[in-house]
């Protein structure tokens, strides 16, 4: 992990590429997504950067996760349903505090097991942070991922399917905001946010009930 080193922008969480690897400069998109042709019992590493650009620090975990890729949909799993390549990856920190305005480099390690078939696997590196401390949402995580396509076996690394539009970084933003930069994946979930849309439809749908049934007393009353 590299030390952490004072940055400017304008406030959120951060997570892109720091450096593509010797073994995939050159193919499309590496500066966006962590991409390998990986080969059985053989080790793969990659430096990612993550950055606060927020006034105040944040306590990040760093995990990775699996992910699937239908006709080019590419889609995170469940955190608790690894795949191949989530069980092969790890990321050091696995957690990390950081300062106002600053950033660090954490390693991405990939160790393919001697036994690995030929396949096409997809996953994400997660960076999540509670709700920002200058936040007025109830309750939220916010996370922020770099995509993987990585090919086992002998074939093209870097098959995307037809990824988003390559850049550098992506940003979460402290205001609850959703956005796509990059080719990463951000996602921002407000659970309060969410249960107090719920309870306002429910409101919602118990006022079109009442107002209907005076409308059918009014109806009663002129027949009588």
């Known amino acids: ?7 400017t922008g304008p406030g959120g969480l951060g997570l892109r590429i720091a450096q593509v690897p010797s073994e995939v400069q050159g193919i499309p998109y590496a500066n966006a997504y962590i991409i390998f042709k990986l080969m059985p019992a053989k ?5 990612i950067t993550l950055s606060n650009t927020t006034n105040l620090p944040m ?3 760093l995990f ?3 992910a699937t890729n239908i006709k080019g949909v590419f889609q995170p799993l469940e955190i608790a349903l690894p795949n191949g390549l989530a069980s092969w990856t790890s990321v050091e920190p696995k957690s990390a505090k950081l ?25 994400i590196i997660w960076a999540a942070t509670g709700t920002y401390p200058n936040s007025n949402a109830i309750g939220g995580i916010s996370r922020v991922g770099i995509r993987m396509y990585d090919q086992v076996g002998e074939t093209t690394p870097g098959d995307t399917s037809s990824p988003a539009p390559s850049a550098t970084s992506t940003t979460s933003t402290a205001t609850g905001n ?4 990059a080719g990463h994946l951000v996602e921002i979930e407000w659970v309060g946010i969410s249960l107090l849309f719920l309870l306002v439809i ?7 009930r009442r107002e209907r049934k005076r409308a059918e007393k009014r109806r009663r009353k002129q027949k009588e």
Request: glycine share 4%.
């Open 99 to 123: 300062p106002a305005h600053t950033e660090l480099v954490a390693t991405v390690t990939i160790k393919v097991p001697a036994d690995a078939i030929s396949s096409q696997q997809y996953g």
């Open 178 to 181: 959703t956005s796509w930069l």
């Open 202 to 208: 429910i409101i919602g749908a118990i006022s079109v």
């Open 64 to 66: 990775p996760a699996s």
């Open 43 to 47: 080790t793969y590493v990659e430096k």
């Open 1 to 7: 992990m590299n030390a952490v080193l004072p940055i």
């Open 59 to 61: 306590n990040v975990s």
